[in-house]
């Protein structure tokens, strides 16, 4: 999937390596992505890389932390 300029407002999203720069990804998508670009992370990122990004992250939005905490309770 090819990231959006907006999603990575702060970055050239052609620079993004998605396997090292994988929290920042998950962070923004979940915070400000479609719903396509959602179901690309769920499918691209195994549900365990998530929840422990979920948990951890200290830049989600708190409506953000909560609704995927309890979306990844339920796997």
């Known amino acids: 999937m090819e990231l959006r300029q907006s999603l990575f407002w702060d ?4 620079n993004v390596d ?3 720069n994988a929290e920042y990804v998950i962070e923004r ?3 400000f ?7 690309w992370l769920r499918n691209f990122y195994d549900n365990a890389l998530l929840k422990k990004v979920v948990l951890k ?3 989600l939005r708190p409506e953000t932390k909560n ?3 309890l979306l990844l309770q339920k796997i």
């Open 11 to 14: 970055v050239d999203p052609k």
């Open 18 to 20: 998605l396997e090292k």
């Open 29 to 31: 998508v979940l915070d």
């Open 33 to 39: 992505g479609h719903d396509e670009e959602v179901r």
């Open 57 to 59: 992250s200290r830049s």
């Open 67 to 69: 609704l995927w905490t």
